[in-house]
């Protein structure tokens, strides 16, 4: 079971009250796009044993899509934040560089 | 018009460790915008007589209520019949900002689950801790029950009221009804 912290209602809730809504900080690539990049972003995804940042919706809440960084392995959360942002912030990556001593994630570390 | 009339007809129940009743029609106005706007503010305030309540929280004080829904939303209860004068009101003071209000009465169901009992009902059915440590008058939750959007409050000492979409009022009440049914007290609060 997850407990989600909502960075925009500061409800903290289990995760049925929220949506999970796939991989985060995906760049998308569109028309006039190469074939490469277009598969790139359309079908290819982190799976990570570990480390992972995701998007959430707290659905049955605020409404509000956010950021969690979890541990696929252990179900931790390592902290939420809002979905206006293109990578992880500093502090958290501090926090869980504190937990998990030289993860990565893709390009993120 | 047409007479408006509650999704259940003012069911109650009250065989069951708590009372569960379907509260009369209520006057709920969705306002959404920037609620750090002083205009914003202001309107609500000289409408309802209620500031804008901090994250989470529901301010009350007898026939109106105003609730914080999300970063840019805000509930207002108030009685059935001033729900249009309200708008209108609001709409003229807040001509020049971007917001929207909303008559939302009709689309909403509300329920009053009443009694010593009252908190472990709402355990049952709530994935929300609402020990009287943690969850207090003046707290303002939405979350789900069973399988429906809920949002819920303490009116009154062991009072809760319990708002829904009105298309799930008769789950809503079967809901609360299973939860309150005879000897089913949990003792936990």
Known sequence: MLIL??????????ESEFHAGGEAHLTRFGP????DDFENY?????NPK???????????????????????????????????????????RAKISARRPGWSWGAVS | MSKAVTALNGVRFTDGIADVAELPMQGMITLRGDLSMAVLKKAVKSNTGLAVPDQGQV?????????????????ILCPYGDVQGIIAKLDKALIKAHVL???VSDARALFQIAGVHARAVMAKLAPVDVS????????????RMAQTAAAFWIADTDTF???????????????????AQKGSEVGRF
């Open chain 2, 101 to 103: 209000a909303v008559d």
């Open chain 1, 32 to 35: 006039g796009s190469s074939d």
């Open chain 1, 50 to 92: 570990g480390v992972h940042f995701e998007r959430w919706r707290h659905v049955y809440g605020c409404g509000k899509w956010f950021h969690a960084a979890r541990c696929t392995m252990t179900l931790e959360i390592f902290g939420t934040y809002p979905a206006q942002t293109l990578e992880p912030p500093p502090d958290l």
């Open chain 2, 59 to 75: 301010a009350q004080d007898g026939a109106f209520a105003v609730a914080w829904m999300s970063p840019d939303e805000v509930l």
């Open chain 2, 161 to 179: 009221h319990i708002i829904c979409f009105r298309s799930q009022a008769r789950y809503m009440f079967d809901l609360l009804c299973v939860a």
């Open chain 1, 5 to 14: 912290t909502c960075p925009c209602c500061g409800q903290t809730g289990e």
């Open chain 2, 132 to 143: 009287e440590r943690s969850f207090q008058p003046g707290m303002f939750r939405r979350t």
């Open chain 1, 42 to 46: 359309m079908f290819m995804r982190q």
